[in-house]
Structure formats: structure tokens, C-alpha cells
């Protein structure tokens, strides 16, 4: 059924907005052709990465290229790319699906996949003009060509618009010369295009440019740099000396670019944290592959209480992650179509309808970057000493893990943008946080109610308990908004906990509609392992808002205010019948164990 617009929330309005479990999206929601991706995806990644791991180990960069450009012959590379430039222009649940299952055989695969069909092609499909495309996308979408993204330099990382590249016009006004260093450049070692951000004379803001790669041109590469993990993606420092580049291939206009590199990013972003999500999968299932086979003190490590804990939170963090990309990732597909509807083009709609979904973005990248390193984390304690060791999957899905904190944004400067930009909406009226924030004052200072609620109904007390942390949210960020007004964004260690707050509501909110939604199609008993993670995961929230608001309001509240906002904090975080989160995660490890593998 098509959506409408009253049934989309904009980006945000989670937090003020109930949603019904009937209008999120879900991995069971997947249409045949979505399945039948998602089955050619996962032959791929068997077939052409995993076996070919210890090579990936070795820094075979030239398999990296191989296999690419496999992935490019069956279409994988141009799944978001209209047909109209030589794409299968697959939705945006599809583009999602196909990072999330061509990812998990090893990072190094994964890192060339996702800066290639995202950052080093998104420009040009989303700020191209019609030539540019023409002219290149096609190339990028079959895999004859390979793109990249050079936006970092030495001096200017997270501060990106602060890049000293440069990009003069000639005398006769038909090229661009550009000169400068970049560094961390994914894919330069086999690139035939980059994406190139310099500035042009004392411009405020960088300008992107359309940079064939070519060494008689003034283009020279670093030698590969060796990372910690992500072994066999080629990362190098570029290096541009007089390069000469047609005005043509200026991207969108002068002064446009750090615009670009922002939203060629959001895109990014939710896609790295489906490009997470079947290394989780594929971790918990080896690790209780592991667990069932190995045994010490004449048991199957499984069976131990200890080692149970693991299982059943790996595999609670793994299902809010999908449970969250997957709802953002349709309500993008849903607001790009009506866009479409509404007389855009697809580019508009496509770049306008990824820009309203950027808190949710940024909310899945650090969720989910994070979630994957502990899940590694755990496999490796799982599989003991053998997890050390190169010899077992687990050291190298640790290493590869790590980088996603880093790249897209750092996790902090995402977590400081979610609530930056929630904040901004507010302010432009987009997204109505003020009268739900007096609401909460209200409730604060008047008398609460000592009713004994009905929660006998399934998760009427947990989506009750998902208000009282947003709630929470209101409470905290509105009152360091009061206090400090713009120079909120001075205080960074509170906008950090706002930000955590934010991204467990949204995190267990989707877990739990999810199931919810599940238990109304396929019934409650078939769903009991789903309902303890749901459980879980929202137990967890709970206990980092509870922490995270308190730190915020001690710091910025005093005296009687302060008083109220912890009585406030104590209510919105107080379950009237706490869930017994032991016996939860035995149900979610015995299930586990039982199928010998991740089966949600
Ligand atoms: C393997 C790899 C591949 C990469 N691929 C690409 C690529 O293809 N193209 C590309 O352009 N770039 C790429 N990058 C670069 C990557 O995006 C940057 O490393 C990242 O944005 C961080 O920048 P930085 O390394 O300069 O760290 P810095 O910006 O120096 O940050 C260092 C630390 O300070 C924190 N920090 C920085 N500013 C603030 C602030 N204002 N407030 C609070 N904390 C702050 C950061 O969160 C971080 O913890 C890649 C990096 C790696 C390692």
C-alpha cells in the first residue's frame, strides 16, 4: 500500500509522535524481489568473499578489485542507480538490504562496496547535472569504472569544510586548476574517478569537482597505509599538483561542496549501519556454533550461564539494529516517492528525502557501529583463546568493526549532529519539541498519579515506559536548551548524553514495534524469543537514559530545580513491574542455541 503523508513522521518527530507498529517497516515486510535480492546478495558473499578471507588478511588489494568488479557485472553496484544511467534503480529499502548482506565476509570488501556506491557515486546522481551523468554514472553503476571520495586532508578530518585544497580557474576561464593533499582516500589504489572538494579563491565553503583519474594529469598516490583492520581496501593519500579539470566537471555550484559532502554522508551513514548488521548475524552465528561444539568441565561452553548473557545480548542489539534501519530506511523510500508524487525529480526527491531522515541517520551509524564492535568483542571471549587468534573469524571481525566508529563522521561528531539538527528543527518549526517540552514541565510540577495501571496487555507497559523516556528527552534536552540557549553547542559532554538518550528511544522503540506488529501477524508463542529481546534491549535503554539524565541535569539544573528534574527523571524511568532480564536472555540463548545460528 502506498503511503500518505500523514502516515510518514518527518525526520524526528519519533520523539514527539506515537507510532503504530502497523506503519513501520520491517525485515519481514520484504517484498519477493527484495527476498530474492537479498538470496542473490548472500550467494555472492559466500561464494566470492568468504572463502577468500585469509587473501583479504593478506592485503590483497587486487582481490578487493577482482571481486568488485564481479559484484558490478550482476548489477550489485548500481542497485540505487536510476535505470535511466545504467542502474536496476531498486528502491531504497533495496539499497539498504543489499549493503547489509554484501557486507559481512569481511570489512575490506565492504569499505570498497559502500565508498564506491556511496560516496564516490551519490554526488553525481544527487547534484549532477544531466551531462555529468550521463556521462559518468553509467560507467560506475556496472563497475567499468570505480569512484572515490576525497574529502579528508591532513589538516581538516572532522572540520571538513577547513580543507586547503585548492581549485583555480584559468585565464580563459575553461578549467580548473586544482592543487593539494588528501589522505584516507578508500578505493584510491584502483579509482577512475574522485569526487574532489578544494576551495576556489577565499570562498567560505568548498566546491566539488568531477576528477578523472589520471597520472598524466597531476595525480599521484601514497603508498597503501596499514591499518588496523579493513586489510585489503586500498587507503591512500592523494596528492593533486596542477591538476587540470574542465569547468564542467564543477559539481552542483561554486560554494556548494561541503552541501555535498554533508548529504553524499547521511546517505552514508545509514548504509554503514546496514553494511554492519549481517557481521553481527554472522558473528552470533559462529560464535554459537562455537559455543555448542566446544566444551570444558564436560559442557557445551553454550550451556553455561555466562556465555548464554552473550548470546541473547548479541542478538538483542543485532534485532534492534535491523529493527531500526529498516524503519528508517522505508520511511527515506516512502518520502522520497511522495516527493516524486508531489512533481520533483528523482534527484530532488531522493536528496531531499535522505536530508529529512538525517537525525536517523546519524542515530544508526553510532548505534549500530558500535553494537557490531561489541558484538565482535564478545565472539572473541566466546571462542576463548581461539578468538585471538587469525586462525578464527573473530580477530579479524574485531578489527575490521573498529573503523566504522571512525569514518562517515566520528561517532561523537554524530552523536553531537543528531541532536544538533533535532534542535535546529525545532527552532524552524519543523518539528513541534517546544509544546510537548512544557507538557513535561507541567507534568513535572504537578501531582503524579498513584493509579495502579492495567499492563496486562502484551507491551502495554513497555511502549508506556518508551513515553516516559521520551519524556526524559524533553526534560533534559529542553531544559539545557533553556539554560544555555545557542551555546548549547559549547556544552558537548550534554549533548553527548542527550544524544544517547535519543538513540535508545529510537533504538528500543523500533525493537519493540517491530515485534508488536509481528505478534499481531504470526501470534505471540511464535514470537517469544522476539519479545524477550524487545525486553532486553528496552531494559538497557532505560538504564543508560536513567544515567545519561542524570549526569545532564546535576550539571545544568540547581537547588529546587534540580530536585524536580531527578524526582521527574525517577518517575519516567520506573517500571511498575520490572522484567526478570535473566530468565529473558536464557529464552533468547536457548532459542539461539537451538537453531545453531542467528534466526530472527
Ligand atoms: C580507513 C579509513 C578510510 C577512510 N576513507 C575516507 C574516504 O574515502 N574519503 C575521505 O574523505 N575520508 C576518508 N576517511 C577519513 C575519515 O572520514 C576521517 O578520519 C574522520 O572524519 C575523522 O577525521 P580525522 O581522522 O582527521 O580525526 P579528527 O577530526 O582529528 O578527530 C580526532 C578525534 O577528535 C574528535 N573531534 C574532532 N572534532 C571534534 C569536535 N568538534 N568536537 C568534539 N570532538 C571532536 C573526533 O571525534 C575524534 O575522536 C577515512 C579514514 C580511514 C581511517
Redesign the pocket.
Known amino acids: 500500500m502506498e503511503a500518505t503523508e500523514k502516515d510518514i513522521l518527518r525526520g524526528g518527530q519519533f520523539l514527539v509522535k506515537e507510532t503504530k507498529c502497523e506503519d513501520v517497516f520491517t525485515p519481514e515486510d520484504f517484498s519477493e524481489e527484495q527476498k530474492m535480492m537479498k538470496e542473490a546478495v548472500m550467494e555472492f558473499n559466500d561464494r566470492e568473499i568468504i572463502p577468500h578471507k585469509p587473501r583479504f588478511e593478506a592485503k590483497d588489494f587486487a582481490l578487493t578489485e577482482e571481486v568488485m568488479r564481479k559484484a558490478g557485472e550482476l548489477g550489485f553496484l548500481g542497485v540505487a542507480v536510476p535505470e535511466a544511467y545504467g542502474g536496476l534503480g531498486m528502491g531504497f529499502v533495496s539499497t539498504c538490504l543489499t549493503c547489509d548482506y554484501i557486507s559481512s565476509g569481511t570489512g575490506s570488501f565492504s569499505t570498497a562496496f559502500g565508498?564506491h556506491t556511496g560516496?564516490g557515486t551519490m554526488p553525481i546522481t544527487l547534484y549532477g547535472t544531466e551531462e555529468q551523468k550521463q556521462k559518468y554514472v553509467p560507467k560506475l553503476a556496472t563497475g567499468e569504472w570505480f569512484g572515490?571520495?576525497?574529502?579528508?586532508e591532513p589538516g581538516a578530518?572532522?572540520?571538513a569544510n577547513s580543507g586547503k585544497t585548492t581549485a583555480e580557474l584559468s585565464a580563459d576561464g575553461k578549467t580548473y586548476k586544482i592543487n593539494g593533499q588528501?589522505m584516507?582516500?578508500?578505493n584510491a589504489g584502483f579509482c577512475s574517478l574522485m569526487i574532489v572538494f578544494a576551495r576556489i579563491e577565499d570562498d567560505k565553503n568548498i566546491t566539488g569537482f568531477i576528477v578523472e583519474n589520471d597520472a598524466a594529469n597531476g595525480i599521484t598516490m601514497g603508498e597503501e597505509e596499514h591499518?588496523l583492520g579493513?586489510r585489503a581496501?586500498s587507503?591512500r593519500q592523494v596528492f593533486f599538483n596542477d591538476t587540470v579539470v574542465p569547468v564542467e566537471n564543477m559539481l552542483a555550484g561554486r560554494g556548494e561542496g561541503f552541501k555535498i559532502a554533508m548529504n553524499a554522508l547521511n546517505v552514508g551513514r545509514i548504509k554503514l549501519a546496514a553494511a554492519c548488521l549481517d557481521s553481527q548475524r554472522r558473528i552470533l552465528s559462529i560464535a554459537v556454533n562455537y559455543a555448542n561444539e566446544r566444551k570444558q568441565f564436560k559442557t557445551p561452553i553454550a550451556d553455561f550461564g555466562a556465555i548464554k548473557t552473550k548470546l541473547a545480548e548479541m542478538a538483542a542489539s543485532a534485532y534492534a539494529g535491523e529493527s531500526a534501519t529498516y524503519r528508517a530506511a522505508k520511511n527515506i523510500e516512502d518520502r522520497i516517492a511522495l516527493r516524486e508524487a508531489a512533481g520533483n525529480s528523482h534527484q530532488e526527491a531522493e536528496l531531499k528525502g535522505v536530508e529529512e531522515y538525517a537525525i536517523e541517520c546519524s542515530i544508526l551509524k553510532v548505534a549500530v557501529s558500535e553494537d557490531v564492535q561489541n558484538c565482535a568483542d564478545e565472539g572473541i571471549q566466546i571462542f576463548g583463546g581461539m578468538g585471538f587468534s587469525e586462525e578464527t573469524p573473530m580477530e579479524s571481525a574485531w578489527r575490521d568493526a573498529r573503523?566504522a566508529r571512525?569514518?562517515e563522521?566520528?561517532n561523537?561528531?554524530n552523536r553531537?549532529l543528531s541532536v544538533g539538527m533535532l534542535v535546529k528543527k525545532a527552532m524552524k518549526g519543523h518539528v513541534d519539541l517546544l509544546g510537548p517540552a512544557q507538557a513535561v514541565q507541567e507534568e513535572l510540577m504537578g501531582i503524579p498519579s498513584f493509579d495502579t495501571p492495567d499492563y496486562s496487555e502484551l507491551f502495554s507497559e513497555e511502549k508506556e515506559m518508551i513515553k516516559k523516556l521520551k519524556k526524559t528527552f524533553l526534560m533534559v534536552a529542553g531544559g539545557a536548551v533553556q539554560k544555555y540557549g545557542p551555546q548549547l553547542e559549547d556544552h558537548?559532554q550534554l549533548l553527548i548524553a542527550a544524544a544517547d538518550i535519543l538513540i535508545e528511544i529510537y533504538m528500543a522503540e523500533s525493537a519493540i514495534l517491530r515485534t508488536e506488529k509481528n505478534v499481531k501477524r504470526y501470534g505471540e508463542d511464535a514470537q517469544s524469543a522476539q519479545i524477550a529481546m524487545a525486553k532486553l534491549y528496552l531494559y538497557h535503554a532505560v538504564d543508560i537514559v536513567e544515567e545519561k539524565g542524570k549526569e545532564s541535569i546535576i550539571s545544568f539544573a540547581e537547588g529546587d530545580e534540580q530536585r524536580m528534574m531527578l524526582m521527574g527523571l525517577k518517575r519516567f524511568t520506573k517500571y511498575v513491574n520490572y522484567p526478570d532480564i535473566v530468565d529473558l536472555r536464557i529464552e533468547i540463548a536457548e532459542k539461539v542455541k537451538a537453531e545453531n545460528k542467528y534466526c530472527f
Open positions: 565508498a560516496i572515490a571520495y576525497c574529502l579528508t578530518g572532522s572540520d588528501k584516507w582516500i578508500s591499518k579493513i581496501s587507503t573503523i571512525i569514518y563522521g566520528t561523537e561528531i553531537m558537548q
